[in-house]
């Protein structure tokens, strides 16, 4: 089990460019054609998504944090995501860039911005 002092420090700067490299990856022609078959697959529904999509995506970004020096397997991927929520509440570009890589395997989903009462009163 790795010990803390082998995650590097993640910065915000850093975790806008691991971000932003894990999109460009996601983004080239062989990646795209695979989520785009395992979309085919699942097409709307959660469960299908985290079984099809998620590893996918996780496999990739996996791929590239060992890039930046985070061990390899579970171990490095759950403690960047640790690090990454925590930077998200103080960087807005971080939030963003990580919604982004979120959309990848989570569907969009539908949000009834009215009061419940509302939308009680509507039915």
Known sequence: MPK?????????ELAIEILN???ETLQTP????KLDEAR??????????????????MQ???DVITEFGFPEGREGI???AQMLRSLEVENSEVAQLHSIVRSYYLPSVAVNA???EERLNSS
């Open 60 to 62: 990739i970004q996996m």
């Open 4 to 12: 803390t002092e082998d995650f590097p420090a993640l910065t915000t």
């Open 40 to 57: 085919d697959n699942v097409g709307n529904e959660m469960l299908k998504m985290m079984q099809f999509l998620f590893p996918i995506v």
């Open 114 to 116: 009215s009061p419940p």
């Open 30 to 33: 062989e990646n795209t054609q």
């Open 21 to 23: 490299r894990t999109l």
């Open 78 to 80: 759950v403690k960047f």
